[in-house]
C-alpha cells in the first residue's frame, strides 16, 4: 500500500489480488473441516438424543411395572418406544441387533447398539445392573 498522504492513496491491483487468494485458501483449507465437525456434531447430537430415551423407557418400565421396549426401524433410520417413532438425520444410520427390552424390576435385555454416520461409528453400552447406558467412540 502506498500512502504518501495524497487524496489518491489507496490499495493496487496486486495487493487486493494477493488477499483474496489468501482468503481463497483459507476458505479451502476450512471448507471441509466444517463439513466434518457438522457430521460429527450430528453423530453426537442423536446418540444423546437415544441415550435420554432409553434411560426414559427404563424408567417408565420402573414407574408403570411393565415391560418396555425400544425397536429398531426395519431400515435403519431410527426407532420405535413408547414415545413413537423416533426418526435419525439421513446421514444417520442405527445398528441395532434387537429391542432393548427393560422390565419392572430394573433389569434389562440389552442388544448391540451403535449410530453410524459415514466413518465414524458411536457404540452405546449397558451396564445390566445399574441400568447406566454410556456411549463411546469406535
Known amino acids: 500500500m502506498s500512502a504518501t498522504g495524497n487524496s489518491e492513496a489507496g490499495v493496487t491491483l496486486l495487493e487486493a489480488l494477493v488477499v483474496i487468494a489468501i482468503i481463497g485458501l483459507i476458505a479451502g483449507v476450512v471448507g471441509p473441516n466444517i ?3 457438522l457430521d460429527l456434531l450430528s453423530l453426537r447430537q442423536s446418540a444423546s438424543v437415544l ?3 432409553l434411560r426414559v423407557a427404563r424408567a417408565t418400565a420402573l414407574r408403570t411395572g ?3 421396549n425400544v425397536k429398531p426401524l426395519a431400515n435403519g433410520r431410527g426407532y420405535d418406544w413408547i414415545g413413537g417413532t423416533k426418526r435419525l438425520p439421513s ?3 442405527l445398528n441395532m441387533s434387537g429391542p432393548v427390552s427393560f422390565f419392572a424390576d430394573g433389569s434389562m435385555v440389552p442388544a448391540n447398539v451403535a449410530l453410524v454416520s459415514g466413518q465414524r ?3 452405546m453400552t449397558f451396564n445390566v445392573t445399574t441400568g447406566a447406558i454410556t456411549t463411546g467412540a469406535r
Request: proline share 0%; aromatic share 0%.
Open 51 to 53: 441415550q435420554a430415551d
Open 66 to 68: 411393565s415391560r418396555v
Open 91 to 93: 446421514n444417520i444410520s
Open 121 to 123: 461409528r458411536l457404540a
Open 35 to 37: 463439513g466434518a465437525s
